[in-house]
Nanobody
Framework: VQLVESGGGLVQPGGSLRLSCAAS????????MTWYRQAPGKGRELVAA????????NYADSVKGRFTISRDNAQNTVYLRMNNLKPEDRGVYYC???????WGKGTLVSVSP
């Protein structure tokens, strides 16, 4: 199993980013996927989840209305669109398949004026 996250960077408050996670080594189209984040000095927090078909999504209350999770099963990729970013959104973002304990290296998101 390999998960490769990308798309992080430094943005100003109110800015946007789109994260991508390229997955391989398992049946991506049959797996629900999640995005987690880890802020400095804190544990990993579940941010968003999407079913295997993409037909249903769930979000942490802190990101509802600002973040959108989506997937492309033909490309074995899951995305996280992040709008109206706030300083508290900073951290390393990881994708993970539900039911599998594999993690990528993550991608760093920094939000600062």
């Amino acid at each position: 199993v390999q998960l490769v996250e990308s798309g992080g960077g430094l943005v100003q408050p109110g800015g946007s980013l789109r994260l991508s996670c390229a997955a391989s080594g398992f049946t991506f189209s049959g797996s629900a996927m999640t995005w987690y984040r880890q802020a400095p000095g804190k544990g990993r927090e579940l941010v968003a989840a999407i079913t295997s078909s993409g037909g249903s999504t769930n979000y942490a209350d802190s990101v509802k209305g600002r973040f959108t999770i989506s997937r492309d099963n033909a490309q074995n990729t899951v995305y996280l669109r992040m709008n109206n970013l706030k300083p508290e959104d900073r951290g390393v973002y990881y994708c993970k398949a539900v039911g599998m304990d594999y993690w990528g290296k993550g991608t760093l998101v920094s939000v600062s004026p």
